[in-house]
């Protein structure tokens, strides 16, 4: 399972916004994109991933604004077949150094049994 791409599906739709696991140079302004940091080497071992809301460039707001929708829609990913107990661990803001563009990271963790 590609677990990064069922992720960044389900919160994209939760949130309603693009959702990726590639940010791209023609990403739209308002997106989500979704990295695995680790983890998930058993299904006794939690899967780690940031999910990275991102804005444009002085639009701290929009990117805070989206970071709390994405919380809210990981604590739903359990609906999702073979996620258990889906989980926030962290959020912080960290700007692209590269395009300027404002960008909050939710860091969640989630169990898969597959």
């Given at each position: ?95 692209d150094?590269d ?16």
């Open positions: 399972m590609d677990i990064e791409a069922v992720v960044a599906r389900r919160i994209s739709k939760a949130v309603g916004v693009p959702g990726r696991v590639e940010v791209t140079a023609d990403a739209p302004e308002s997106f989500i994109s979704v990295e695995r940091l680790g983890g998930g080497g058993s299904m006794f071992e939690p899967v780690q991933l940031a999910v990275d809301c991102w804005a444009g460039k002085k639009r701290r707001k929009v990117a805070q604004a989206l970071s709390e929708r994405v919380k809210a829609a990981v604590c739903d990913l359990d609906e999702e077949p073979n996620f258990f107990h889906p989980e926030v661990t962290n959020c912080y803001r960290q700007n150094p395009t300027g563009r404002s960008r909050y990271i939710v860091q969640a963790q989630l169990w898969v049994c597959e």
